[in-house]
Protein backbone atom coordinates (compact mmCIF):
# COMPACT_ATOMS: atom_id res chain seq x y z
CA UNK A 1 0.00 0.00 0.00
CA UNK A 2 1.59 3.54 -1.16
CA UNK A 3 1.67 6.16 1.27
CA UNK A 4 0.51 9.24 -0.88
CA UNK A 5 2.79 11.43 1.93
CA UNK A 6 5.90 9.60 0.29
CA UNK A 7 8.79 11.82 -1.28
CA UNK A 8 9.46 8.58 -3.49
CA UNK A 9 6.66 7.88 -5.17
CA UNK A 10 7.53 8.78 -9.05
CA UNK A 11 4.54 11.38 -9.08
CA UNK A 12 5.48 13.27 -5.67
CA UNK A 13 9.50 13.51 -6.81
CA UNK A 14 8.52 15.07 -10.29
CA UNK A 15 6.31 17.73 -8.49
CA UNK A 16 9.05 18.62 -5.84
CA UNK A 17 11.66 18.56 -8.65
CA UNK A 18 9.39 21.10 -10.60
CA UNK A 19 8.21 22.96 -8.09
CA UNK A 20 11.83 23.91 -7.72
CA UNK A 21 13.00 23.78 -10.79
CA UNK A 22 15.88 21.25 -9.96
CA UNK A 23 17.99 19.79 -12.61
CA UNK A 24 20.12 16.89 -11.97
CA UNK A 25 24.08 16.92 -11.93
CA UNK A 26 25.27 14.37 -13.10
CA UNK A 27 28.85 14.71 -11.92
CA UNK A 28 27.29 14.83 -8.20
CA UNK A 29 25.74 11.10 -8.52
CA UNK A 30 22.35 12.44 -8.52
CA UNK A 31 19.80 9.34 -8.84
CA UNK A 32 17.06 9.71 -6.79
CA UNK A 33 15.06 6.56 -5.64
CA UNK A 34 11.00 6.76 -6.08
CA UNK A 35 10.10 3.37 -4.95
CA UNK A 36 8.69 3.55 -0.84
CA UNK A 37 9.02 -0.39 -0.78
CA UNK A 38 12.63 0.14 -1.52
CA UNK A 39 13.15 2.72 1.04
CA UNK A 40 11.22 0.47 3.42
CA UNK A 41 13.06 -2.33 3.08
CA UNK A 42 16.51 -0.12 3.81
CA UNK A 43 15.62 0.66 7.07
CA UNK A 44 14.24 -2.87 8.35
CA UNK A 45 17.50 -3.93 6.84
CA UNK A 46 19.31 -1.03 9.12
CA UNK A 47 17.17 -2.18 12.36
CA UNK A 48 16.68 1.85 12.56
CA UNK A 49 14.62 2.48 15.43
CA UNK A 50 14.20 5.62 18.43
CA UNK A 51 17.28 4.19 19.80
CA UNK A 52 19.40 4.75 16.72
CA UNK A 53 20.95 7.88 15.30
CA UNK A 54 21.48 7.71 11.99
CA UNK A 55 23.89 9.81 9.19
CA UNK A 56 22.93 10.07 6.12
CA UNK A 57 24.90 11.08 3.21
CA UNK A 58 23.36 12.99 0.67
CA UNK A 59 19.88 12.98 1.00
CA UNK A 60 18.96 14.70 -2.56
CA UNK A 61 15.25 15.55 -1.81
CA UNK A 62 14.60 14.17 1.34
CA UNK A 63 13.29 10.46 -0.07
CA UNK A 64 15.16 8.39 2.33
CA UNK A 65 15.73 11.03 4.89
CA UNK A 66 11.77 11.01 5.67
CA UNK A 67 12.06 6.94 6.04
CA UNK A 68 14.82 7.51 8.67
CA UNK A 69 13.06 10.38 10.37
CA UNK A 70 9.90 8.19 10.58
CA UNK A 71 11.77 5.59 12.77
CA UNK A 72 14.94 6.85 14.05
CA UNK A 73 15.76 9.02 17.24
CA UNK A 74 18.02 11.55 14.80
CA UNK A 75 19.31 12.01 11.26
CA UNK A 76 22.00 14.00 10.20
CA UNK A 77 22.28 14.30 6.70
CA UNK A 78 25.33 15.92 4.56
CA UNK A 79 24.39 17.50 1.09
CA UNK A 80 26.95 18.83 -1.09
CA UNK A 81 24.68 20.73 -3.83
CA UNK A 82 23.33 23.94 -2.17
CA UNK A 83 20.36 23.83 -4.79
CA UNK A 84 18.76 21.26 -2.58
CA UNK A 85 19.08 22.87 0.65
CA UNK A 86 16.08 24.92 0.41
CA UNK A 87 13.96 22.00 -1.24
CA UNK A 88 14.88 19.87 1.92
CA UNK A 89 13.70 22.41 4.14
CA UNK A 90 10.62 22.15 2.51
CA UNK A 91 10.44 18.51 2.03
CA UNK A 92 11.15 17.70 5.16
CA UNK A 93 10.16 20.76 7.21
CA UNK A 94 7.28 17.84 9.36
CA UNK A 95 10.26 16.35 10.98
CA UNK A 96 12.08 18.26 13.44
CA UNK A 97 14.22 15.32 14.30
CA UNK A 98 16.28 16.38 11.39
CA UNK A 99 19.45 18.03 10.45
CA UNK A 100 20.68 19.03 7.35
CA UNK A 101 24.65 19.95 7.12
CA UNK A 102 25.20 21.55 3.99
CA UNK A 103 28.76 20.15 3.36
CA UNK A 104 31.11 17.62 1.49
CA UNK A 105 30.77 14.57 3.37
CA UNK A 106 33.96 13.86 3.26
CA UNK A 107 35.43 17.43 4.67
CA UNK A 108 33.22 16.53 7.56
CA UNK A 109 34.88 16.19 11.12
CA UNK A 110 32.64 13.35 11.85
CA UNK A 111 33.32 13.00 15.62
CA UNK A 112 32.87 16.88 15.86
CA UNK A 113 29.61 16.96 13.89
CA UNK A 114 27.65 13.97 15.65
CA UNK A 115 28.59 15.80 18.95
CA UNK A 116 27.33 19.05 17.69
CA UNK A 117 23.77 17.52 16.17
CA UNK A 118 22.91 14.51 18.09
CA UNK A 119 21.63 15.17 21.76
CA UNK A 120 21.83 11.85 23.13
CA UNK A 121 24.23 9.04 23.37
CA UNK A 122 23.02 6.64 21.45
CA UNK A 123 24.40 3.97 18.55
CA UNK A 124 24.97 5.59 15.27
CA UNK A 125 24.16 4.08 12.18
CA UNK A 126 25.12 5.27 8.52
CA UNK A 127 22.46 4.98 6.14
CA UNK A 128 22.75 6.00 2.72
CA UNK A 129 22.26 5.80 -1.23
CA UNK A 130 25.67 7.18 -2.19
CA UNK A 131 26.60 9.04 -4.90
CA UNK A 132 28.76 6.19 -6.58
CA UNK A 133 31.16 8.30 -8.14
CA UNK A 134 32.88 8.60 -4.23
CA UNK A 135 31.77 5.07 -2.59
CA UNK A 136 34.95 4.09 -1.62
CA UNK A 137 36.05 7.37 -0.64
CA UNK A 138 33.08 8.02 1.45
CA UNK A 139 33.62 3.92 3.06
CA UNK A 140 37.07 4.57 3.59
CA UNK A 141 36.34 7.80 5.23
CA UNK A 142 33.78 6.53 7.69
CA UNK A 143 35.98 3.29 8.48
CA UNK A 144 39.25 5.54 9.44
CA UNK A 145 37.13 8.31 11.03
CA UNK A 146 37.41 8.07 15.54
CA UNK A 147 34.06 7.99 15.16
CA UNK A 148 32.34 4.44 16.05
CA UNK A 149 29.76 3.64 13.96
CA UNK A 150 27.59 0.51 14.89
CA UNK A 151 26.71 -0.43 11.50
CA UNK A 152 26.17 0.53 7.56
CA UNK A 153 23.10 0.25 5.14
CA UNK A 154 24.48 1.46 1.73
CA UNK A 155 23.50 1.49 -1.38
CA UNK A 156 26.12 1.43 -3.63
CA UNK A 157 26.72 0.08 -7.65
CA UNK A 158 26.55 -4.00 -7.66
CA UNK A 159 30.16 -4.44 -8.63
CA UNK A 160 31.37 -2.07 -5.74
CA UNK A 161 29.52 -4.12 -3.45
CA UNK A 162 30.59 -7.65 -5.01
CA UNK A 163 34.18 -6.60 -4.01
CA UNK A 164 33.37 -5.31 -0.36
CA UNK A 165 30.95 -8.67 0.14
CA UNK A 166 33.82 -10.84 -1.55
CA UNK A 167 35.53 -14.16 0.03
CA UNK A 168 39.24 -15.28 -0.54
CA UNK A 169 39.86 -16.78 -3.91
CA UNK A 170 36.90 -15.30 -6.22
CA UNK A 171 37.69 -12.38 -8.70
CA UNK A 172 35.91 -9.90 -6.79
CA UNK A 173 38.36 -10.31 -3.94
CA UNK A 174 40.96 -7.35 -3.58
CA UNK A 175 42.54 -4.66 -1.08
CA UNK A 176 39.07 -3.11 -0.66
CA UNK A 177 37.81 -5.92 0.59
CA UNK A 178 40.24 -6.29 2.95
CA UNK A 179 40.31 -2.77 4.01
CA UNK A 180 36.45 -2.94 4.75
CA UNK A 181 36.43 -6.41 5.63
CA UNK A 182 39.53 -6.18 8.45
CA UNK A 183 36.70 -3.19 10.20
CA UNK A 184 33.37 -4.76 9.70
CA UNK A 185 31.78 -7.69 8.52
CA UNK A 186 29.87 -6.97 5.10
CA UNK A 187 26.97 -8.70 4.08
CA UNK A 188 25.43 -8.08 0.55
CA UNK A 189 21.53 -7.41 1.33
CA UNK A 190 19.51 -7.18 -1.63
CA UNK A 191 20.00 -6.09 -5.36
CA UNK A 192 18.04 -2.96 -6.28
CA UNK A 193 16.78 -2.70 -10.19
CA UNK A 194 17.74 0.31 -11.97
CA UNK A 195 14.15 1.42 -12.89
CA UNK A 196 13.61 2.82 -9.28
CA UNK A 197 15.73 5.64 -9.56
CA UNK A 198 15.31 8.85 -11.70
CA UNK A 199 17.43 9.30 -13.79
CA UNK A 200 18.04 5.55 -14.39
CA UNK A 201 21.64 4.49 -13.38
CA UNK A 202 23.73 2.60 -15.91
CA UNK A 203 24.92 -0.23 -13.69
CA UNK A 204 22.78 -2.80 -10.95
CA UNK A 205 22.84 -1.17 -7.44
CA UNK A 206 23.36 -3.16 -4.11
CA UNK A 207 22.33 -2.96 -1.11
CA UNK A 208 25.42 -4.05 1.66
CA UNK A 209 25.09 -4.21 5.03
CA UNK A 210 28.18 -4.01 7.00
CA UNK A 211 28.22 -4.47 10.62
CA UNK A 212 31.55 -3.31 13.35
CA UNK A 213 33.54 -6.12 14.53
CA UNK A 214 34.48 -5.69 18.32
CA UNK A 215 37.76 -5.78 17.19
CA UNK A 216 39.84 -5.56 14.13
CA UNK A 217 39.20 -9.06 11.85
CA UNK A 218 43.31 -9.67 12.64
CA UNK A 219 45.80 -8.38 15.23
CA UNK A 220 48.40 -6.56 13.37
CA UNK A 221 51.69 -4.63 15.05
CA UNK A 222 51.20 -2.09 12.39
CA UNK A 223 48.50 -1.24 10.89
CA UNK A 224 50.20 1.16 8.02
CA UNK A 225 52.33 -2.00 7.03
CA UNK A 226 49.21 -4.55 6.63
CA UNK A 227 47.22 -2.36 4.55
CA UNK A 228 50.59 -1.45 2.35
CA UNK A 229 50.95 -5.03 2.26
CA UNK A 230 47.34 -6.06 1.36
CA UNK A 231 48.02 -3.35 -1.68
CA UNK A 232 50.87 -4.71 -3.05
CA UNK A 233 49.42 -8.21 -3.01
CA UNK A 234 46.69 -6.83 -5.48
CA UNK A 235 48.94 -4.88 -8.10
CA UNK A 236 49.62 -7.62 -10.41
CA UNK A 237 46.53 -9.43 -10.96
CA UNK A 238 47.95 -12.74 -12.44
CA UNK A 239 51.25 -12.88 -11.13
CA UNK A 240 52.44 -15.06 -7.80
CA UNK A 241 52.69 -12.97 -4.21
CA UNK A 242 56.31 -13.53 -4.87
CA UNK A 243 56.23 -11.24 -8.20
CA UNK A 244 54.13 -8.82 -6.32
CA UNK A 245 55.74 -8.40 -3.45
CA UNK A 246 59.57 -7.76 -5.32
CA UNK A 247 57.77 -5.36 -7.41
CA UNK A 248 56.60 -3.36 -4.56
CA UNK A 249 59.30 -3.85 -2.10
CA UNK A 250 62.48 -3.85 -4.27
CA UNK A 251 64.40 -6.80 -5.97
CA UNK A 252 67.94 -6.41 -4.22
CA UNK A 253 69.44 -9.79 -2.14
CA UNK A 254 68.82 -7.52 1.23
CA UNK A 255 64.83 -7.50 0.78
CA UNK A 256 64.55 -10.47 -0.89
CA UNK A 257 65.69 -12.52 2.40
CA UNK A 258 63.67 -10.55 4.25
CA UNK A 259 60.84 -11.18 2.20
CA UNK A 260 61.95 -14.87 2.16
CA UNK A 261 62.33 -15.45 5.66
CA UNK A 262 59.16 -13.47 6.47
CA UNK A 263 57.22 -15.89 4.26
CA UNK A 264 58.08 -18.79 5.70
CA UNK A 265 57.84 -17.44 9.06
CA UNK A 266 54.38 -16.90 8.17
CA UNK A 267 54.34 -20.54 6.63
CA UNK A 268 52.88 -18.81 3.30
CA UNK A 269 53.98 -20.74 0.01
CA UNK A 270 55.44 -17.68 -2.04
CA UNK A 271 53.80 -19.09 -5.30
CA UNK A 272 50.18 -18.42 -4.55
CA UNK A 273 48.46 -15.40 -5.45
CA UNK A 274 47.33 -12.92 -3.47
CA UNK A 275 44.00 -13.34 -3.21
CA UNK A 276 43.84 -16.87 -2.47
CA UNK A 277 45.08 -15.31 1.12
CA UNK A 278 42.82 -14.65 3.71
CA UNK A 279 42.71 -11.69 5.97
CA UNK A 280 44.32 -13.81 8.88
CA UNK A 281 47.20 -14.49 6.54
CA UNK A 282 47.81 -11.14 5.41
CA UNK A 283 47.70 -10.49 9.22
CA UNK A 284 50.55 -13.50 9.87
CA UNK A 285 52.68 -12.05 6.79
CA UNK A 286 52.47 -8.40 7.71
CA UNK A 287 53.50 -9.35 11.23
CA UNK A 288 56.29 -11.50 10.40
CA UNK A 289 57.80 -8.52 8.25
CA UNK A 290 57.05 -5.98 10.70
CA UNK A 291 59.25 -8.71 13.29
CA UNK A 292 62.07 -9.35 10.46
CA UNK A 293 62.51 -5.68 9.13
N1 LIG B 1 19.23 9.97 -0.90
C1 LIG B 1 18.65 10.39 -2.16
C2 LIG B 1 17.82 9.26 -2.73
O1 LIG B 1 18.05 8.11 -2.35
O2 LIG B 1 16.95 9.53 -3.54
C3 LIG B 1 19.70 10.85 -3.15
C4 LIG B 1 20.83 9.89 -3.43
S1 LIG B 1 21.88 10.38 -4.76
C5 LIG B 1 22.45 8.78 -5.31
C6 LIG B 1 23.37 10.99 -4.01
C7 LIG B 1 23.27 12.33 -3.28
O3 LIG B 1 24.56 12.63 -2.72
C8 LIG B 1 22.91 13.53 -4.14
O4 LIG B 1 21.92 14.27 -3.48
C9 LIG B 1 24.20 14.34 -4.24
O5 LIG B 1 24.00 15.73 -4.40
C10 LIG B 1 24.85 14.01 -2.90
N2 LIG B 1 26.32 14.14 -2.87
C11 LIG B 1 27.21 13.94 -3.86
N3 LIG B 1 28.46 14.10 -3.43
C12 LIG B 1 28.38 14.41 -2.10
C13 LIG B 1 29.36 14.70 -1.09
N4 LIG B 1 30.66 14.69 -1.36
N5 LIG B 1 28.92 14.99 0.17
C14 LIG B 1 27.59 15.00 0.44
N6 LIG B 1 26.63 14.74 -0.48
C15 LIG B 1 27.02 14.44 -1.73
Given at each position: MKDNRDIATPSKTKEILQKHGFTFKKSLGQNFLTEPNILRKIVETGGIDDQTNVIEV????GALTEHLARKAHQVLAFE????LIPVLADTL?????VTVRHQDVLQANLPQVTQEVFTEDLPIKVVANLPYYITTPIMMHFLESELAVAEMVVMMQKEVADRISAAP?????GSLTIAVQYYMEAKLAFIVPK????????VDSAILKLTRRPQPAVTVTNEKAFFKLTKAAF?????TLWNNLIHSYGKDEATKTWLTNSLEQAAI??????????LEEFGRLSNAMEALK
Open positions: GPGIIDDRRDYPNGTKAYTVFVPQPNQLRRKDPKRRGETLS
